[in-house]
């Protein structure tokens, strides 16, 4: 048999199946169109109210816009004006502080506690703690910073007249001091227990197989030598979901500081976030808002890959 025989039952052959998995394809696709018919209106209204809204602010972001009036196309004037903006550009400080405070003790603390209560041997004590844990997950987050906010009341706040009573200041203007007031945003939930990271953490340690924790304490391995070598890497992924989840959160949360501090004193609680809102919403600037938010928008999507990829595991 020829070289050019051989050559064409080969290519006859590959086209052949070829052919045949396209047609079970399409047929796969025709039998299963019902599941494709369910995701629309899941897919239309992530086009509708994220990928539309976003795309609009980017386009708008080149313009002079006015909701309702006319708009003037400007160019990338509205991105030279907010590199050159100090209130945003020093807003940047003040988030980077609740992304550090977010990604560090904020989940320490979480993982600790995690931690201590895996020790709990007895089923019954472990689920109460666990539950009055998670209890706290249920009330509105908006009560807990209203109910923070009445804490830091320079004069009838729990804060002062704790401070008052052991014979310290109990004079302090936790949320009117400009250098107080980004760290006094940071005490909101404090001691951080009762949040998602706990009960990642927790969701995690739980499903680490008995078998090592045994095998680890027959090879002589103390407490913290087991967090360190087995419980650390194996939460390492839970870690890294967490760690977008913060970065991407404290980013645009503004909401505590706008119940609060609405950016003050002396915009010393304005975060990037929250100045576009007043960009929009108080100044009537709508072309330089877009383009401030579009700014976070890739600064959060470069964050974002940078953490995935710097605590990829194997």
């Known amino acids: 048999m020829s070289k050019l025989s051989i050559l064409y039952k080969q290519g006859a052959a590959q086209a052949a199946s070829a052919y045949k998995l396209k047609e079970k394809r399409k047929n796969a696709f025709f039998k299963n169109w019902i599941l494709y018919l369910l995701l629309l209106p899941s897919v239309g209204s992530m086009i509708l109210f994220i990928y539309y809204p976003t795309l609009n602010a980017i386009y708008h972001s080149f313009f002079d816009w006015h909701p309702g009036f006319e708009s003037r196309f400007i160019g990338f004037d509205n991105y030279i004006r907010a590199f050159t903006d100090t209130i945003f550009l020093k807003g940047f400080g003040y988030v980077g502080l609740l992304v550090l405070f977010g990604v560090t003790l904020a989940f320490a603390v979480p993982f600790i506690v995690a931690e201590m209560l895996m020790s709990i041997k007895r089923t019954k004590i472990q689920s109460l703690f666990k539950s009055l844990l998670i209890l706290p997950l249920a009330f509105p987050s908006i009560v807990t910073i209203l109910l923070w906010g009445f804490l830091f009341d320079p004069n009838q706040g729990g804060i002062n007249k704790l401070l008052g009573l052991l014979h310290l200041s109990n004079s302090i203007n936790w949320l009117g001091t400009e250098r107080l007031a980004i760290f006094s945003i940071m005490l909101i ?126």
């Not at 078998?211 to 070598?229: A, H, T």
């Open 189 to 314: 939930g404090f001691p951080w227990v009762a949040s998602l990271p706990f009960l990642v953490y927790l969701a995690g340690l739980q499903s680490i197989p008995d078998e090592i924790r045994q095998s680890s304490l027959i090879d002589g391995c103390n407490v913290f030598q087991r967090i360190l070598y087995i419980d650390i890497p194996s939460v390492l992924s839970q870690t890294r979901m967490l760690t977008i989840l913060a970065v991407v959160g404290w980013i645009q949360n503004i909401v505590p500081i706008m119940l609060l501090t609405r950016g003050g004193p002396s915009y010393g609680t304005m975060v990037p976030g929250l100045w576009t809102y007043f960009s929009a919403f108080t100044n009537g600037e709508w072309g330089y808002a877009a383009a401030l938010s579009t700014i976070l928008f890739f600064i959060m999507i470069i964050i974002s890959f940078f953490s995935w990829k710097l605590m990829r595991t194997e």
